[in-house]
């Protein structure tokens, strides 16, 4: 069974490894934001407590965290997801998209999820299409990608 945990509520030592995390060059080489400082990373952790568009997730799997998912520019029209696992796992990206799709769709309800990826990053843009996504734009650094939601 999956649990969120909510940024706005990670313990100390939570805040530090999602960190750490974020900050781990398998990740960072995919993030616009190559390395975040501990200052910056705590300052912004308080910011998502008045921000109503964004919600952060960190992601608990029979008792091991798994990743990170997020959701930013919310609207009842679409949202975009942010997702990085924890960079010393294998084969948590399904389990995390399946968790994306079902939170934007069902709890967000939101019409259609969208995402931004690196061209270079094959692997995000696989799983993503696996998942149904679709390339609507694309420029000299990134892919666009949305999905609508066909639930209702």
Same mark, same amino acid.
């Given at each position: 069974m999956l649990e969120l945990i909510n940024f706005t509520s990670l313990s100390g030592e939570q805040k530090l490894m999602v960190l750490k995390w974020r900050n781990d060059e398998r990740i960072a080489k995919f993030m616009k934001n $190559?390395? /975040? +400082? $501990?200052?910056e990373h705590f300052a912004f952790l308080e910011r998502l407590k008045s921000i109503q568009d964004k919600i952060y997730f960190l992601v608990k799997d029979e008792g091991e965290f798994? !990743?990170?998912? @997020?959701?930013?520019?919310?609207?009842? %029209?679409?949202? %975009?997801f942010g /997702?990085?696992?924890n960079p010393e =796992?294998? +084969?948590? !990206?399904?389990? =995390? =998209?399946d968790l994306i799709k079902d939170y934007a769709?069902?709890?967000? $309800?939101? !019409? @259609?999820?969208?995402a931004k990826a690196y061209n270079n990053n094959e692997k995000a843009l696989s799983l993503? %299409?696996?998942? !149904?996504?679709?390339?609507?734009?694309k420029d000299d650094e990134f892919s666009y990608l949305e999905l609508k939601n066909e639930t209702d």
């Open positions: $190559k390395s /975040v +400082g $501990k200052e798994i !990743g990170v998912v @997020s959701f930013v520019d919310i609207t009842k %029209e679409s949202c %975009e /997702v990085y696992k =796992l294998k +084969g948590v !990206g399904k389990k =995390l =998209l769709f069902f709890t967000l $309800k939101v !019409g @259609s999820l969208k993503y %299409e696996n998942f !149904g996504f679709r390339i609507y734009a």
